[in-house]
């Protein structure tokens, strides 16, 4: 069946550091990838999406490419900000059942 | 509705009872999601609805989990003599159509805790 496979966490880092959060799936067809963030207290919600092969998904400085090759989607941002800690979870769609990593739990220390 | 509403928002029973678990998703997505979220773990999928009916069952822990939909809208997440280890977050999501593109929108969850 399908999966995504989640860095683990927690990771922490200072402020103004890179970002890497590493996503690999496994699916039978051709699904759709996705970021999804859930900050303190707050429901999950969408960050970022892609849909085909080599597709950018971006929001919030925050970036992922689809991947096909090595059936990958991990998540980048060049500069983190305290407001950016989180629980990060992918995700992939193939073509009904949503599939979600276990999250990465992210924290950025002033 | 301008988003998904789940209720209770909290719900603390006592171990042994039924609990009903209620969804109400975006105005005309057809397909629903429930998840389980255990206290720091990630998202267990439980059922997977689309309209009325549930492809997708594969998640259900045991059989005292059921899951209902009726009218392609409303859905309520059933555990039967609940248990300790049922105590999570459990989240509802809805999705327009079937197609692999649209993204999911989740309420904010139930929180239920056995005591």
């Known amino acids: 069946g399908d999966s995504v496979t989640q860095m683990e966490g927690p990771v922490t880092l200072s402020e103004e550091a890179f970002l890497t959060i590493n996503c690999t799936y496994t699916?039978?067809?051709?699904?759709?990838l996705f970021w999804y963030v859930q900050y303190p207290g707050e429901g999950l919600q969408l960050l970022l999406k892609a849909t085909k092969a080599d597709d950018k998904g971006s929001n919030k400085g925050f970036e992922a490419t689809y991947r096909k090759e090595t059936t990958s989607f991990h998540l980048e941002k060049g500069s983190v900000q305290v407001s950016d800690s989180a629980v990060y979870f992918c995700?992939?769609?193939?073509?009904?059942?949503?599939?979600f990593g276990t999250g990465t739990r992210l924290t950025i220390i002033p | 509705g301008a988003g998904v509403s789940q209720s209770p928002s909290n719900k603390v029973t006592e171990k042994g009872k039924d609990v009903e678990l209620r969804c109400d998703p975006i105005?005309?997505?057809?397909?629903l999601y429930w998840y389980r979220q255990s206290l720091g773990q990630g998202l267990e999928f439980l059922i997977y609805f689309q309209g009325n009916s549930a492809p997708d069952k594969s998640g259900l822990p045991s059989d005292r989990f059921s899951a209902e939909r009726t009218g392609g809208s409303v859905s309520t997440l059933t555990i039967q003599r609940t248990q300790q280890e049922d105590s999570a977050v459990y989240l509802c999501a809805s999705r327009l159509g079937r197609g692999a593109v649209t993204e999911a929108f989740f309420g904010q969850g139930t929180r239920l805790t056995v005591v």
């Open positions: 699916a039978t067809g051709y699904p759709s």
């Open positions: 105005s005309g997505h057809t397909a």
């Open positions: 995700a992939l769609n193939d073509p009904q059942k949503l599939t």
